[in-house]
């Protein structure tokens, strides 16, 4: 079954704390070579049905609606083939 | 720049309370359609330099040991060119 799944990232001139506490664990850890980290939201939707282009710009409203900050984040919509 | 991403879901047979939560929401704001959702949690890495095998097994580790808990969650590691 497709699936839509919408992809929220803090903006990127926002601060991150939640990416800034795994930056500064991951050398506490052992790990090296990472630069940043930002975390974000991913949400995973099934939808009945056929994903058409409306179901695809109902989601888009969800995401900027209810799913997002539109203040603070930005969002992805996309369709993922299930495995 | 390459990034590499790690997406951290609920298992399938986990409970997912704020999945649970935007799925109930979505009626009430006039939103049909959508069956299931799951919330979960996405990372953006930068690292520096190359994005080698070696790196991507590095975050593999960082995935199973910061990012998620492997009891409850499953990750995905993936590479992404930078837009």
Known sequence: MPRVVVDVMPK????DPQGKAVLGALPRLGFGGVTD???GKRFELEVAGEVTPEVLAEVEKMAETLLSNPVIENYTVRVEQDA
Chains 1, 2 share one sequence.
Not at 12 to 15: F, G, V
Request: hydrophobic share 45%; charged share 30%.
């Open 12 to 15: 990127p001139e926002i601060l």
């Open 37 to 39: 980290v930002r975390q």
